[in-house]
Nanobody, 124 residues
Framework: QVQLVESGGGLVQVGGSLRLSCAASERPFSTYYMGWFRQAPGKEREFVARISGSGRATYYADSVKGRFTITRDNAKNTVYLQMNSLKPEDTAVYYC?????????????????WGKGALVTVSS
Protein backbone atom coordinates (compact mmCIF):
# COMPACT_ATOMS: atom_id res chain seq x y z
CA GLN A 1 0.00 0.00 0.00
CA VAL A 2 1.54 3.28 -1.13
CA GLN A 3 0.83 6.34 0.99
CA LEU A 4 1.09 9.70 -0.74
CA VAL A 5 1.17 13.04 1.07
CA GLU A 6 0.90 16.30 -0.83
CA SER A 7 2.12 19.69 0.37
CA GLY A 8 2.64 23.17 -1.04
CA GLY A 9 -0.86 24.23 -1.96
CA GLY A 10 -2.23 27.66 -1.17
CA LEU A 11 -3.52 30.96 -2.47
CA VAL A 12 -1.69 32.75 -5.28
CA GLN A 13 -2.47 35.64 -7.60
CA VAL A 14 -2.90 35.30 -11.34
CA GLY A 15 0.47 34.94 -13.01
CA GLY A 16 2.11 33.65 -9.86
CA SER A 17 3.85 30.38 -9.10
CA LEU A 18 3.52 27.48 -6.68
CA ARG A 19 5.34 24.20 -6.22
CA LEU A 20 3.53 21.13 -5.05
CA SER A 21 5.36 18.21 -3.46
CA CYS A 22 4.25 14.64 -2.94
CA ALA A 23 6.11 12.32 -0.60
CA ALA A 24 5.62 8.59 -1.04
CA SER A 25 6.01 5.89 1.57
CA GLU A 26 6.82 3.04 -0.75
CA ARG A 27 10.25 1.81 -1.75
CA PRO A 28 11.54 1.37 -4.34
CA PHE A 29 9.85 4.58 -5.41
CA SER A 30 11.33 4.37 -8.89
CA THR A 31 9.08 1.43 -9.77
CA TYR A 32 6.03 3.71 -9.76
CA TYR A 33 4.88 5.97 -12.52
CA MET A 34 3.89 9.20 -10.75
CA GLY A 35 1.53 11.94 -11.73
CA TRP A 36 -0.78 14.77 -10.81
CA PHE A 37 -4.49 15.12 -11.38
CA ARG A 38 -6.79 17.94 -10.36
CA GLN A 39 -10.46 18.43 -9.59
CA ALA A 40 -12.19 21.78 -9.75
CA PRO A 41 -15.52 22.37 -7.96
CA GLY A 42 -18.36 20.67 -9.82
CA LYS A 43 -16.03 19.02 -12.32
CA GLU A 44 -14.53 15.59 -12.79
CA ARG A 45 -10.98 14.78 -11.81
CA GLU A 46 -8.67 15.41 -14.75
CA PHE A 47 -5.14 14.46 -15.69
CA VAL A 48 -2.44 17.14 -15.37
CA ALA A 49 1.00 15.57 -15.75
CA ARG A 50 2.91 12.29 -15.37
CA ILE A 51 6.54 11.21 -15.08
CA SER A 52 8.19 7.83 -15.56
CA GLY A 53 10.03 5.97 -12.84
CA SER A 54 13.41 7.10 -14.15
CA GLY A 55 12.21 10.67 -14.63
CA ARG A 56 13.20 10.67 -18.29
CA ALA A 57 9.69 10.64 -19.75
CA THR A 58 7.08 13.28 -19.01
CA TYR A 59 3.70 14.11 -20.46
CA TYR A 60 1.32 17.02 -19.87
CA ALA A 61 -2.26 17.95 -20.47
CA ASP A 62 -2.56 20.58 -23.20
CA SER A 63 -4.04 23.02 -20.69
CA VAL A 64 -0.82 23.16 -18.64
CA LYS A 65 1.85 22.46 -21.24
CA GLY A 66 4.58 25.09 -21.15
CA ARG A 67 3.50 26.36 -17.72
CA PHE A 68 3.79 23.33 -15.43
CA THR A 69 6.80 21.06 -14.92
CA ILE A 70 6.78 17.67 -13.24
CA THR A 71 9.98 16.28 -11.73
CA ARG A 72 10.93 13.60 -9.24
CA ASP A 73 13.72 12.85 -6.81
CA ASN A 74 13.89 9.10 -6.30
CA ALA A 75 16.42 9.44 -3.49
CA LYS A 76 13.82 11.43 -1.54
CA ASN A 77 10.77 9.45 -2.67
CA THR A 78 9.23 12.72 -3.82
CA VAL A 79 7.56 14.06 -6.93
CA TYR A 80 7.08 17.76 -7.63
CA LEU A 81 4.81 19.93 -9.73
CA GLN A 82 6.16 23.39 -10.48
CA MET A 83 3.29 25.61 -11.59
CA ASN A 84 4.04 28.93 -13.27
CA SER A 85 1.89 31.57 -14.95
CA LEU A 86 -1.09 30.40 -12.96
CA LYS A 87 -4.59 31.20 -14.19
CA PRO A 88 -7.94 31.28 -12.35
CA GLU A 89 -8.94 28.11 -14.20
CA ASP A 90 -6.06 26.30 -12.50
CA THR A 91 -7.96 26.57 -9.21
CA ALA A 92 -8.59 23.02 -8.01
CA VAL A 93 -7.65 20.35 -5.53
CA TYR A 94 -4.49 18.74 -6.86
CA TYR A 95 -4.01 15.03 -6.25
CA CYS A 96 -0.79 13.09 -6.37
CA UNK A 97 -1.14 9.72 -8.10
CA UNK A 98 0.93 6.56 -8.33
CA UNK A 99 0.55 3.67 -10.70
CA UNK A 100 2.66 0.59 -11.20
CA UNK A 101 2.52 0.41 -14.97
CA UNK A 102 4.64 0.89 -18.05
CA UNK A 103 2.82 4.18 -18.62
CA UNK A 104 0.41 5.99 -16.30
CA UNK A 105 -3.13 6.20 -17.56
CA UNK A 106 -4.71 9.63 -18.01
CA UNK A 107 -8.02 8.23 -16.73
CA UNK A 108 -8.52 8.66 -13.01
CA UNK A 109 -10.39 5.35 -12.71
CA UNK A 110 -7.22 3.48 -13.67
CA UNK A 111 -4.99 4.94 -10.94
CA UNK A 112 -3.80 2.65 -8.16
CA UNK A 113 -3.01 5.11 -5.38
CA TRP A 114 -4.04 8.64 -4.48
CA GLY A 115 -2.99 11.30 -2.03
CA LYS A 116 -5.59 13.27 -0.09
CA GLY A 117 -5.11 16.37 -2.20
CA ALA A 118 -3.80 19.92 -1.90
CA LEU A 119 -5.95 22.97 -2.62
CA VAL A 120 -4.62 25.54 -5.06
CA THR A 121 -6.55 28.76 -5.40
CA VAL A 122 -5.64 31.33 -8.04
CA SER A 123 -7.18 34.74 -7.42
CA SER A 124 -7.72 37.37 -10.10
Amino acid sequence: QVQLVESGGGLVQVGGSLRLSCAASERPFSTYYMGWFRQAPGKEREFVARISGSGRATYYADSVKGRFTITRDNAKNTVYLQMNSLKPEDTAVYYCAAQMALVMSTRSNDIDYWGKGALVTVSS
